[in-house]
């Protein structure tokens, strides 16, 4: 079974300071994605960075950037010069070649002034 | 430049009484999806379709049945609504199933009292 963890359900960074949440996954599957959604009190769910499980090289949108150990099922969101814009739920999420997009519990970001 | 269009954005139902949420993606999208987000549980897919003709279940599919009616429009029926499907349900869209990301609708908070 796959499952997707986020055990911070909440963090906080101050603004222009960088911030990292966590997440783990468990598999069996050998070839998958991993994304970071992001979720503002608008409810819109919007895709932030992705990831494929063959590509060693962790993946950069401008000032999100991803570690992922792939031997560790490890895929934490980092976010660097934090803005008051970043300040939403963020979900990690996981696909498979079973084509459900799994996804984890979710964090809530604060972002202080 | 819609996207993913999801009616009603908001419905109010009593126990028993039965509704259709509508979708409908305008990018040509071959797979749609329909989620429901419970507050501490993420995201969990309710039924899928791969494709034009297609239907598969989800995680959560009881209660629940869906048509794809053309590429364009997926649409979830609830026959006989009950309180515990009162979530916020996310209609979203891809080009295959294995892909670059979802893109979601804005959401449909349902109430079922």
């Known amino acids: 079974a796959q499952t997707v963890t986020q055990s911070q359900p909440e963090m906080s960074v101050q603004e222009a300071e960088t911030v990292t949440l966590s997440c783990t996954y468990d598999?069996?599957?050998?070839?998958?994605?991993l994304f970071w959604y992001k979720q503002p009190p608008s409810r819109q769910m919007i895709l932030v960075i992705r990831?494929?499980?063959?590509?060693?090289q962790n993946a950069t949108e401008n000032r999100f950037s991803v570690n992922f150990q792939k031997a560790a099922k490890s895929f934490s969101l980092k976010i660097s010069d934090s803005q008051l814009g970043d300040a939403a739920m963020y979900f990690c999420?996981?696909?498979?070649?079973?084509?459900?997009?799994?996804f984890g519990t979710g964090t809530r970001l604060t972002v202080i002034p | 430049n819609a996207g993913v269009t999801q009616t009603p954005k908001f419905q109010v139902l009593k126990t028993g009484q039965s509704m259709t949420l509508q979708c409908a993606q305008d990018?040509?999208?071959?797979?749609m999806y329909w989620y429901r987000q419970d507050p501490g549980m993420g995201l969990r897919l309710i039924y899928y379709?791969?494709?034009?003709?297609?239907?598969d279940k989800g995680e959560v599919p009881n209660g629940y049945n869906v048509s794809r009616l053309n590429k364009r429009e997926f649409s979830l029926r609830l026959e006989s609504a009950a309180p515990s499907q009162t979530s916020v349900y996310f209609c979203?869209?891809?080009?295959?199933?294995?892909?670059?990301?979802?893109?979601f609708g804005s959401g449909t908070r349902l109430t079922v009292v």
């Open positions: 990018m040509n999208h071959n797979s």
């Open positions: 598999t069996s599957e050998s070839d998958y994605y």
């Open positions: 379709s791969a494709s034009e003709g297609t239907t």
């Open positions: 979203a869209s891809s080009v295959t199933l294995q892909n670059y990301g979802y893109t």
């Open positions: 999420a996981f696909l498979t070649g079973a084509n459900n997009l799994f």
């Open positions: 990831q494929e499980a063959y590509k060693q």
